[in-house]
């Protein structure tokens, strides 16, 4: 439920302005997915204030 088309969204449906960045809570690939997943939302974030 954590990859592909299955992974949560980003950005809240329910919170405005709240945003979701990180990795899974189970170990794993460790920082590298964090820090793209931080990058990823930074962007979004750009985007939108654009």
């Not at 809240?12 to 997943?37: C, D, E, M, R």
Request: no cysteine; glycine share 8%; hydrophobic share 40%.
């Amino acid at each position: 439920m954590q990859t592909s088309f299955l992974r949560p969204k980003l950005k809240s449906k329910l919170v405005k302005n709240l945003y979701f960045t990180g990795q899974l809570t189970v170990p794993g690939p460790g920082v590298p997915p964090a820090i793209v997943s931080g990058k990823l939302v930074s962007e979004l974030i750009l985007k939108q204030l654009k």
